[in-house]
């Protein structure tokens, strides 16, 4: 049976994915800083799925992720996020820090460990989940936004390197999404973005799964490096 890790998976979009992974087939290894919330996102899916806590920012728990989930991963779904909302005049460091260890040292992390493996067999699949404020830019997310446009520079440029050889990298920048990390975010910022959206409403987790489902599968064979776009029409490409 072909494996799937998913990072961040204890709740919002990595739970959705990996409940999606899970009904595609996949023995999903589930991943979460929180172990509760892992274990409780595979209680859910059943079967085969196991959990493993772990901050993919550090290259210790990298080690214990892939000592649980073994080295043949077919899909590997960097997906773990940290949101953080304040004017960049009052940034602190820490707070700049942060950001770009969990998305953007935590996604290097990931594919170091486990693009080797893939790269000997010849096959495998990286969806890196980065955001449409990657791409825009979004007020009082400055760090956030530099942190998933690098994702995005990362996913063009390691494709350009690894999918002759038979993995293929593609990145998923969804807009709003009804998931915690967006909810954390104040009242108003969610009220001024919702208007903004052509389509007129957040989109929910399972809408961003489904992109993550087919670009895993084999309908999605032609797509390298590309960043698909579930973001209610914010962005429009």
């Not at 409780?40 to 550090?58: M, N, Q, T």
């Amino acid at each position: 049976m072909s494996t799937a890790i998913v990072t961040g998976a204890g709740s919002g979009i990595g739970r959705a994915i990996a409940r999606r992974l899970a009904e595609d087939g996949y023995t999903v290894v589930v991943n979460d800083l929180d172990p509760a919330r892992a274990q409780a996102v595979v209680a859910e899916i059943g079967g085969d799925a196991v959990a493993v806590a772990g901050d993919v920012a550090k290259e210790s728990d990298v080690e214990a992720i892939a000592t649980i989930s073994g080295e043949t991963v077919d899909v590997l779904v960097n997906n773990a996020g940290h949101v953080h909302q304040t004017l960049f005049e009052h940034m602190q460091v820490a707070d700049f820090d942060r950001m770009f260890a969990v998305h953007v040292r935590g996604t290097y992390l990931m594919m170091r460990r486990f693009l080797p493996a893939m790269l000997k067999r010849g096959s495998g699949c990286i969806v890196n989940i980065a955001s449409q404020l990657g791409q825009i830019g979004g007020i009082e997310l400055v760090h956030y936004s530099g942190a998933k446009a690098a994702i995005i520079g990362m996913t063009k440029a390691l494709a350009r390197e690894v999918s002759a050889r038979g993995v293929r990298v593609n990145a998923v920048a969804p807009g709003p999404i009804e998931t915690p990390l967006v909810m954390a975010l104040s009242e108003d910022w969610r009220k001024r973005k919702a208007a903004e959206l052509p389509l007129g409403r957040f989109g929910r987790p399972e809408e961003v799964a489904t992109v993550v489902s087919f670009l895993a599968s084999p309908g999605g064979s032609l797509f390298v490096g590309q960043t698909l776009g579930p973001n209610s029409g914010d962005v429009m490409l």
